[in-house]
């Protein structure tokens, strides 16, 4: 069975750090994309930053500058190194991966930014 697993949220304090982990597993296919989303109550889901095959890389306005995506194409892992989080940024972070045509998600992990 084919799996997408986040790992590495948390509290932090406002200013602070956190580096998330996503592993694909189940498949020796290569995923196309790998991204982050994130969602907070009452709100769609919304891009935090994805990276394709070959190396492009998009990223969220509230991203830019402060984020980090990274991916290991052998391995179907891929990290979003977070600098500088604020409370706006606390939210269910999803990781997504394009397969067989499709786009799997995770089930989510959560990052609060707090004092």
């Known amino acids: 069975q084919v799996q997408v697993v986040e790992s590495g949220g948390g509290l932090v304090e406002p200013g602070g750090s956190l580096r998330l982990s996503c592993e694909v597993s189940g498949t020796i296919a290569r995923a196309t994309f790998m991204g982050w989303y994130r969602q907070t109550p009452g709100k769609e889901r919304e891009l935090v930053a994805n990276i394709i095959s070959g190396g492009n890389i998009r990223y969220s306005d509230s991203a830019k500058g402060r984020f980090t995506i990274s991916r290991d194409n052998r391995k179907n892992t891929a990290a979003l190194q977070m600098n500088s989080l604020q409370p706006e940024d606390t939210a269910v972070y999803f990781c997504?991966?394009?397969?067989?045509?499709?786009?799997?998600w995770g089930q989510g992990t959560q990052v609060t930014v707090s004092s």
């Open positions: 997504n991966a394009g397969l067989f045509g499709r786009t799997l």
